[in-house]
């Protein structure tokens, strides 16, 4: 249930990061800085750093039963 959860957390942020920043690309007056993407990628950074934690802890518990 856990790795579902957090599956399913990290796919919600995927959508939400994807679609904010369709949103952004559509309007033809801005432009993508290193600075707007790094603000874009920044909060699901977290969420694909906490599963690949939980799937190597996961990996090691497995491996030592």
Known sequence: ???ASAMNNFVQEYLLLVNQFETFLNDETKT???QKLWCFIQPSLSTVSHFILWFIIAKQFTLMI
């Open 1 to 3: 249930q856990a790795l």
């Open 32 to 34: 993508i800085t290193l």
